[in-house]
């Protein structure tokens, strides 16, 4: 079984298609998304679709139950908001609709999946450091965790009941240990690499890895200063912030 892995994507297109495109080479036999497929960025809809035609397993992020009113936008910063505001106007009832029926968490034999720390997934709590890290792998009852949210990269494995940071993007898993792992952002990297990141997990030769990829910035850009979001938001692709 091969699984794509991919996390906030926030209605970049130009990321979306180039990842989606990057997949086809992949043999992937399930596509697993782990939330904040809108905010931010000017393509909510086209995005949305996209989703939906690989139909993926796929949880919640906050932006997405922001956009369906389902997490209050006070919850959200100034930038994040607006572009929230935005994207409620332009979303259809069915788009709206399919952003609020995502579920909290994703469970399977191989993984498990939300949006942020596995422990309490409707908190939204961001995996900056070891100690939340190890809220999550505590609780986990796969040999793989699954979070985005921060937009910044990691794996992680549990030894004596704590988490260490591996160095490397492509990891071979070892039997009887549990990974945790952030599969990036598609559309807003936040690790001062603007790539696009993206995640292929093969169960059968127990690799995981994290994959970055150039997409055309400059038109995800043009498309936010010509939809009147935030300039920040158009700046910071181009920085990976
Ligand atoms: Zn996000």
């Not at 996209?50 to 006070?74: M, S």
């Not at 399919?98 to 968490?105: E, R």
């Not at 994703?106 to 498990?112: C, I, R, V």
Request: hydrophobic share 35%; proline share 4%; net charge negative.
């Amino acid at each position: 079984m091969r699984y794509g892995i991919f996390s906030d994507v926030h209605s970049n297109l130009e990321a979306f298609e180039a990842v989606l495109d990057a997949y086809k080479k992949e043999k992937i036999d399930q596509y697993i998304f782990a939330g904040d497929i809108v905010g931010y960025g000017a393509n909510p809809k086209e995005c949305i679709k996209l989703l939906r035609e690989i139909n993926p397993q796929a949880v919640c992020g906050n932006h997405d139950w922001g956009a369906a009113e389902k997490t209050p936008l006070d919850y959200f910063n100034d930038y994040a908001r607006q572009a929230l505001i935005w994207t409620r106007d332009i979303l259809d009832e069915a788009e709206i609709r399919y952003l609020a029926d995502l579920k909290l968490i994703y469970k399977d034999n191989d993984l498990t999946v939300a949006h942020a720390s596995l422990d309490d997934p409707q908190a939204f709590e961001y995996i900056l450091d070891l100690q939340t890290a190890r809220k999550s792998l505590e609780i986990l009852e796969t040999p793989l965790g699954i979070v985005g949210h921060s937009h910044v990269p990691f794996i992680l494995v549990e030894e004596e009941g704590y988490p260490r940071a591996l160095k490397e993007y492509k990891v071979k898993l070892q039997e009887g240990k549990k990974y945790l792992v952030n599969c990036g952002s598609v559309g807003q990297p936040r690790d001062l690499d603007p790539r696009a990141a993206y995640c292929v997990y093969d169960t059968q030769d127990k690799t995981i890895e994290i994959k970055r990829l150039e997409y055309d910035i400059k038109t995800a850009q043009e498309k936010i200063l010509d939809a009147g979001l935030p300039k920040n938001l158009a700046y910071r692709l181009g920085q990976g912030t």
